[in-house]
């Protein structure tokens, strides 16, 4: 899972953030059985089930200094929470579904729910960029499974380490 | 009076989630309209459909696995459980129960039970249904057993789970099709 990460900091001195996620997920591939009580047909067929995730989220969030070093290099805390949609989609190779039946078949579901997230955030101050390096922990979405039925795949709770720029823009003032 | 109310209304949902808990372990194949899924974790369930028409069991009760013994020297291995009708509509139309007779050997026991992992009864196994007035149809079934494994459940008490799936047919005119079970048996309730 990659996930990318657009934060937009509208106001120069405030700790206040707008965070965007959407990740980059490659497909999870998993062994399936398939069987029959036909005849006429192998008893068994062995399966790919391949598990898709299609995930975005958007929220709100504020940093907290800790600590500020002579060279201008802070270390923050960040906090936030927003909405978060998570859709799963089960796709099977190409079987005979009318004569074949998949134990334990996984099923599509979709986790729309709220989502909170602590970052630990290091920035190293340089005059015209800023590096970052960010420990980030997200809790998976609030939303309830719909049932009781055990999925090979569970919401997510990503844990990420980024490293990154700081991109600065400057508003053009009306002479 | 207002906490009594409250009391009523808090317990009112235990009430529902308790009566409803037989209908917990349906969980609807997309493919199949009015089937449970083909599992094999204990469920209790099983679903077939029975000239078109899809049945179910509804969880609650347990299937009938017992030895029924003969003079001679073949007994029968009784497999059995309720159906009902999953269109409320039909339920007059319905069949009750089914039951797949197999010949076993008189020796037959537990560890045979569990030999039958895997095994497919290709149109060899009898087959019953009864309807609602209680008259009983026979025919020739296929019975798949997928999986059948001993598991150490709830309090150490052990296990049969078996799953697996089956179709048959009586005559030309009542087909079954599409048959699927998943069943864990409390291994002191066998009788071989």
């Known amino acids: ?175 | 009076m207002k906490s009594l109310k409250a009391l009523r209304i808090s317990l009112f949902p235990i009430f529902f989630l308790t009566t409803c808990h037989g209908i917990w372990n349906f969980y609807p194949d997309t493919n199949d309209p009015g089937l449970s899924r083909f599992t094999s974790r204990g469920y209790n369930i099983a679903s077939c459909y029975i000239k078109g028409k899809a049945h179910v069991n509804n969880g609650s009760f347990y299937p009938v696995l017992q030895k029924d013994s003969s003079v001679n020297s073949i007994d029968t291995l009784q497999f059995k459980w309720p159906l009902f009708v999953h269109d409320t509509a039909n339920i007059f139309t319905a069949y009750t129960d089914i039951a797949f007779l197999l010949p076993v050997p008189k020796s037959f026991d537990k560890t045979n039970l569990l030999e039958f992992n895997g095994q497919r009864f290709l149109n060899s196994v009898p087959v019953t249904l009864t309807d609602t007035s209680q008259k009983k149809f026979s025919g020739v079934a296929t019975l798949y057993f997928v999986t059948v494994t001993e598991a150490l459940e709830r309090s150490n008490r052990k296990y049969i789970k078996m799953s697996g799936l089956f179709d048959g047919h009586i005559g030309d005119s009542i087909v079954i099709a599409k048959g699927r079970f998943d069943f864990e048996i409390y291994e002191g309730s066998l009788n071989f």
């Not at chain 1, 995730?53 to 927003?82: E, I, M, P, R």
């Not at chain 1, 729309?112 to 997230?117: D, E, Q």
Request: glycine residues 4%; positive net charge; contains cysteine.
């Open chain 1, 1 to 175: 899972m990659i996930p990318v990460i657009f934060r937009w900091e509208p106001f120069k001195r405030s700790a206040f953030f707008v965070e965007a996620i959407k990740s980059f997920v490659i497909n999870t591939r998993l062994p399936a059985d398939a069987y029959t009580t036909n005849s006429q047909l192998p008893e068994h067929v062995a399966l790919t089930e391949k598990i898709e995730l299609k995930d975005f989220a958007l929220g709100l969030g504020g940093a907290f200094v800790v600590y500020t070093n002579k060279k201008n290099n802070q270390f923050t805390v960040n906090v936030s929470s927003g909405i978060c949609d998570e859709n799963f989609i089960v796709d099977y190779t190409k079987y005979d579904e009318a004569n074949y039946e998949v134990l334990n078949p996984d099923v599509a579901a979709n986790y729309s729910g709220l989502y909170a997230a602590v970052a630990a955030l290091y920035n190293f101050h340089k005059r015209k960029q800023d590096m970052f390096i960010m420990l980030r922990l997200q809790t998976a979405s609030s939303a309830a499974k719909h049932d009781h039925y055990t999925l090979s795949y569970n919401k997510t709770s990503p844990l990420q380490l980024t490293f990154g720029y700081k991109l600065f823009y400057a508003k053009n003032k009306k002479k």
